[in-house]
Nanobody, 122 residues
Framework: QVQLVESGGGLVQAGGSLRLSCAAS????????MGWFRQAPGKEREFVAA????????KYGDSVKGRFTISRGNAKNTMFLQMNSLKPEDTAVYYC???????????????WGQGTQVTVSS
């Protein structure tokens, strides 16, 4: 069972930046790709970004393109989400996910972290 631990959430003013981190307990064939989802109160869960094991494959949700950057750490079981130009509508709980493919992590994920709160004040 892969465990994912997120960190880096917090409170920031609109226009500011935050960097989220996610560390996976181990690598398995079913957890090669990693990504982020978010869920705001009263809204459906939304895909944010995903990255393949090699880092060559990257996808973003439309609402974050050009503002967020996903990357892998030197230790491949770590992942980061650099969030710039934050807006109040980015306020949500952000979840780290992993899965066997980019298709899986951009749609449903196989393993989920507990989530970290990001709050953007106006």
């Amino acid at each position: 069972q892969v465990q994912l631990v997120e960190s880096g959430g917090g409170l920031v003013q609109a226009g500011g930046s935050l960097r989220l981190s996610c560390a996976a307990s181990q690598r398995t064939f079913s957890s090669d790709a990693m990504g982020w989802f978010r869920q705001a109160p009263g809204k459906e869960r939304e895909f944010v970004a995903a990255i393949s094991w090699s880092g060559a494959g990257i996808k973003y949700g439309d609402s974050v393109k050009g503002r967020f950057t996903i990357s892998r750490g030197n230790a491949k079981n770590t992942m980061f989400l650099q969030m710039n130009s934050l807006k109040p509508e980015d306020t949500a709980v952000y979840y780290c996910v992993s899965g066997r493919s980019m298709l899986v992590v951009t749609t449903r994920g196989e393993y989920w972290g507990q989530g970290t709160q990001v709050t953007v004040s106006s």
